[in-house]
Antibody, heavy 118, light 109 residues
Framework: QVQLVESGGGVVQPGGSLRLSCAASGFTFSKFGMHWVRQAPGRGLEWVAFIWYDGSSKYYADSVKGRCTISRDNSQNTLYLQINSLRPEDTAVYYC???????????WGTGTTVTVSS | EIVLTQSPGTLSLSPGERATLSCRAS???????LAWFQQKPGQAPRLLIY???SRATGIPDRFSGSGSGTDFSLTISRLEPEDFAVYYCQQYGSSPPLTFGGGTKVEIK
């Protein structure tokens, strides 16, 4: 079945960096755009970044622009999110989600938790 | 950027009752690119509705979506115990940014 599994979260000090991964299975990963969405503790959902199916275009939320890089390796069916200059307000559960050909987010992973704290 | 405002913030109802959740956009949502998600504590969001009114695969028919332009709603015809959760609307399209509403919590009265 279609599955997305995130990893790479953890506790990091302010100013540090992390690379999150999202392993995809059960569908043709290379045909679909992919999103990252995050949720701070007790808060709502915030879209973070999107990458086209072939990696040719990337989009970022203003809150992470210049600090985040989304990328993908279609040969490994894996999506990535590099986050630099981490701030306490980046503390959240980070989800990856696949986009269908009709643009909506169909499948979500279970999330990986990032905690930025000294 | 389109801002989505959900109301009410919390809805207190009993099982078997009807729930109506509202999502208002700051500008027209093109082609009804409006989705609804359900989220339970400790779980990832689950897609319920896309295209404003199309149910996702496996979603019971007690869930229905309607609306266009700037006003959308999600209706749960008869609440089941497993329906008590937080619901988010989201606008999407061919190009980001995407935005989510602040959520409506449906709680047991």
């Amino acid at each position: 079945q279609v599955q997305l599994v995130e990893s790479g979260g953890g506790v990091v000090q302010p100013g540090g960096s992390l690379r999150l991964s999202c392993a995809a299975s059960g569908f043709t990963f290379s045909k679909f755009g992919m999103h990252w969405v995050r949720q701070a503790p007790g808060r709502g959902l915030e879209w973070v970044a999107f990458i086209w199916y072939d990696g040719s275009s990337k989009y970022y939320a203003d809150s992470v622009k210049g600090r985040c890089t989304i990328s993908r390796d279609n040969s490994q069916n894996t999506l990535y999110l590099q986050i630099n200059s981490l701030r306490p307000e980046d503390t959240a559960v980070y989800y990856c989600a696949s986009r269908t050909s009709n643009y909506y987010m169909a499948v979500w992973g279970t999330g990986t938790t990032v905690t930025v704290s000294s | 950027e389109i801002v989505l405002t959900q109301s009410p913030g919390t809805l207190s109802l009993s099982p078997g009752e009807r729930a109506t959740l509202s999502c208002r956009a700051s500008q027209s949502v093109s082609s009804s690119y409006l989705a609804w998600f359900q989220q339970k504590p400790g779980q990832a969001p689950r897609l319920l509705i896309y295209g404003a009114s199309s149910r996702a695969t496996g979603i019971p028919d007690r869930f229905s979506g309607s609306g266009s332009g700037t006003d959308f709603s999600l209706t749960i015809s008869r609440l089941e115990p497993e329906d008590f959760a937080v619901y988010y609307c989201q606008q999407y399209g061919s190009s980001p940014p995407l935005t989510f509403g602040g959520g409506t919590k449906v709680e047991i009265k």
